[in-house]
């Protein structure tokens, strides 16, 4: 079973430009939620969508922006690109049960670069 | 509101040491879920325990083993006989079941270094 993909795994990209990662989850899993990783904030919640929802959202500005397919594949977009958004962007899956906590799979992550 | 307190930020031990990784956490919820992940440099989270907070069982697999006391608010781990491939950064994590949703909050994470 492929575990959660995501592309491109690494990227350069210059200040004022704008960036779309994609992410496809584990098949089944209609849950996908998106991590930022930097070594001064650490492992920060960016948004979470189920059934092309966006369910939850984190505390990032308006910059940030997502969105789900109806096969539960997800991308998400950074606009107007700036510095402090170099960070490895990781990627999660889970599959719904109610009531029951879910296991959250990760993908490898894309490493973004801003020059 | 949720936290996840990783106080050991690095460790570094010898070869079939044992290692506690040492994990405590906030929340008002009753009903909530803890995590470790493991995060080899390819960056990759790997999953390798979800434990509800309804069953304070302590787990072990392999050489790997948990220690959870609500009393305490601690989720600690142990990995016995350590090796080298166990060398990473190990997360920590909380989900609340009154949120719905899927949504992680993470400790600061602690790099273990196993030496040969």
């Known amino acids: 079973k492929a575990g959660v993909t995501q592309t491109p795994r690494y990227l350069i990209k210059t200040r004022g430009q704008q960036v779309t990662l994609s992410c496809s989850p584990i098949?089944?899993?209609?849950?996908v939620s998106w991590y930022q990783q930097t070594p001064g904030q650490g492992l920060q919640f960016l948004f979470e969508?189920?059934?092309?929802?966006?369910?939850n959202k984190g505390n990032f500005p308006g910059r940030f922006s997502g969105r789900q397919f109806s096969n539960s594949r997800s991308e998400m977009n950074v606009s107007t690109l700036e510095l402090g958004d170099s960070a490895l962007y990781l990627c999660?899956?889970?599959?719904?049960?109610?009531?029951?906590?879910?296991?959250?799979?990760f993908g490898e992550g894309s490493w973004l670069t801003v020059v | 509101a949720q936290k996840v307190t990783q106080a050991q930020t690095e460790i570094s031990v010898v070869e079939k040491e044992d290692v506690t990784l040492d994990c405590v956490y906030e929340t008002r919820d009753t009903t909530y879920y803890l995590f470790w992940y493991k995060q080899p440099p390819s960056g990759e989270l790997v999953f390798l325990i979800r434990r509800n907070s309804f069953d304070e069982q302590n787990e072990i697999s392999g050489r790997y083993s948990w220690n959870f006391q609500k009393s305490t608010s601690s989720f600690n781990f142990t990995i016995t006989a350590s090796q080298v491939v166990d060398s990473a950064v190990y997360f920590c994590a909380l989900s609340e079941a009154r949120r719905a949703g899927n949504m992680l909050t993470f400790g600061g994470g602690t790099r273990l270094m196993v030496k040969p």
């Open positions: 999660a899956s889970s599959l719904e049960v109610a009531n029951s906590g879910n296991t959250i799979y």
């Open positions: 969508y189920f059934s092309e929802t966006q369910r």
């Open positions: 098949s089944g899993h209609r849950s």
